[in-house]
């Protein structure tokens, strides 16, 4: 009998978009797809992010932070608390106006945080990085 493989460990990096903003949602998957050439799931909130987290595995969760009924702070905990590996990114158009500070974010489990102005730069980066040690 031969030891299977993990899984998670096979392929590119599996990624799902959250942000309840579906021209962002469009956006950050179309830059995604560009330059890494991943095919991104999308959610268009919180709830349905978290469902699909259950059905099956995701590398990554690149997450908006100002969403309606679950913000992106309270995704964030939840989604660490169920899925330990996946790694989150947060993404905002404007991490001052939200109450959380980034640092606070990623001490509570963020791998990062991203200006979406910088999805086609840092986050593309942040990206490759991870790629290149799946």
């Known amino acids: 009998m031969t030891a299977q493989s993990d899984p998670r460990e096979l392929g ?16 950050i998957a ?9 095919s991104p799931v999308l959610a ?3 709830k349905e992010a978290l469902k699909l987290m259950g059905e099956r595995h995701f590398d990554v969760v690149l997450s908006d932070l100002f969403m309606p009924e679950m913000d ?3 995704f964030l905990q939840r989604a660490r608390a169920l899925y330990p590996r996946t790694k989150v990114i947060m993404l905002s158009g404007d991490f001052l106006a939200f109450p959380v500070s980034p640092e ?7 791998l990062a945080t991203v ?6 730069t840092t986050l593309q980066d942040l990206l490759r990085d991870l790629l290149d040690t799946h």
């Open 12 to 27: 590119p990096l599996t990624i799902l978009v959250l942000d309840d903003d579906l021209k962002w949602r469009q956006l």
């Open 115 to 120: 200006p979406k102005a910088e999805i086609s």
């Open 104 to 110: 606070r974010l990623i001490q509570h489990g963020a």
């Open 44 to 46: 268009s909130d919180a």
């Open 30 to 38: 179309f830059n995604v797809e560009l330059h890494l050439g991943i």
């Open 72 to 74: 992106g702070f309270e």
